[in-house]
């Protein structure tokens, strides 16, 4: 029996499709398919599937993690990216987490929350 898997994906909502792939791709990510309610976005070796979906308690209650390798730098990245004030989206700082995780938060324009950090050298 072979069981190997290759990848797996989130379907995340997005409220107005132009808009959420525009914040994607000012965040740095690359839109490389798009149909007129799916858009396959990735950055370098990670992806997701946006999706023309809106409920928002779905929405809204809707996280996704992303592990990188310097919170700091990604937060820096966002904050010059300008989205805080374009899409008007909620921004936290990066902090140490109790988990072991040092991340911050940043919440899309349909309400997505990302946690993005890195592991704490222990």
Known sequence: MKLDTIEIKAFV????????????????FE?????????????G???????????????????MHMLVSNADDWH?????????????VRLS????????IRDFTLIDPTGVLWRIGHVISG
């Open 13 to 28: 909502p997005a409220r107005e499709l132009a808009e959420s792939m525009a914040f994607y791709e000012a965040l740095g």
């Open 93 to 100: 700082p990066p902090d140490d987490r109790p988990w072991g």
């Open 31 to 43: 839109v490389t398919l798009e149909s007129d309610d799916l858009a396959y976005v990735r950055f």
């Open 76 to 88: 820096r990245n966002v904050e010059a990216s300008g989205v805080v004030t374009k899409f008007s």
């Open 45 to 63: 070796a990670t992806s997701f599937l946006l999706s023309q979906f809106y409920n928002p308690e779905h929405a809204n209650n809707f996280v």
